[in-house]
């Protein structure tokens, strides 16, 4: 059973960081893309940065370049968002999502919730 | 990118048939067959529902089907039941580089 495990949200300052983690099993994690979608309390989906199997290729949505690095660890079967001077904005639930052929989302995870308050 | 356009809302009562509508541009849904559709319950993941436009995964039930004419996607349910009130979202692969992917800001299907 393919399974998404996210950890790592929690509240933090306005120019914060954290690390989020999303531990796969169930799948050869290493054979598949990755994504980090998110989606702020009561709004819709918002893609924001994908990794290929090998970390060969990497983008990110223009509203966090330059702020949060997406990476993995195959040996460990764990993807990883680095999210730093966060912003009020950035409150969300984070969620990791395994990418099949054709560009589809076929497996997420419960996600995790970062909040960004004074 | 801007999001892809979908109806805040649509309702059916059970065994009726709903269509969801997901507009884009020739840039995203219109120049790809990567539309995918999401069930999302509350305070729950989404769940994949259609892919490749059309394309049911594994347990999905055949009640549920896509289409596209030019920018325009859809996700028709039929035989509308009680577990199918959730929100909706569609999805296009978008070819750039900072916008890969682009979502619809979804629709809540009710079952009156």
């Known amino acids: 059973e393919v399974q998404l495990v996210e950890s790592g949200g929690g509240l933090v300052q306005p120019g914060g960081s954290l690390r989020l983690s999303c531990a796969a099993s169930?799948?050869?994690?290493?054979?598949?893309?990755m994504n980090w979608v998110r989606q702020a309390p009561g709004k819709g989906l918002e893609w924001v940065s994908y990794?290929?199997?090998?970390?060969?290729?990497?983008y990110y949505a223009d509203s966090v370049k330059g702020r949060f690095t997406i990476s993995r660890d195959n040996a460990k079967n764990s993807l990883y968002l680095q999210v730093n001077s966060l912003r009020a904005e950035d409150t969300a639930v984070y969620y990791c999502a395994r990418e099949a052929f054709g560009v589809v989302h076929d497996y997420w995870g419960q996600g995790t919730l970062v909040t960004v308050s004074s | 990118q801007s999001a892809l356009t979908q109806p805040p809302s649509a309702s059916g009562s059970p065994g009726q048939s709903v269509t969801i509508s997901c507009t884009g541009t020739?840039?995203?849904?219109?120049?790809?067959?990567?539309v995918s559709w999401y069930q999302q319950h509350p305070g729950k993941a989404p769940k994949l529902m259609i892919y490749?436009?059309?394309k049911r995964p594994s347990g999905v039930p055949d009640r549920f089907s896509g289409s596209k004419s030019g920018n325009t996607a859809s996700l028709t349910v039929s035989g509308l039941q009680a577990e199918d009130d959730a929100d909706y979202y569609c999805s296009s692969y978008a070819g750039s580089n900072n916008a890969r992917v682009v979502f619809g800001g979804g629709t809540k299907l009710t079952v009156l």
């Open positions: 990794i290929s199997s090998s970390s060969s290729i990497i």
């Open positions: 169930g799948f050869t994690f290493s054979s598949y893309s």
């Open positions: 490749e436009v059309t």
């Open positions: 020739s840039s995203d849904v219109g120049g790809y067959n990567y």
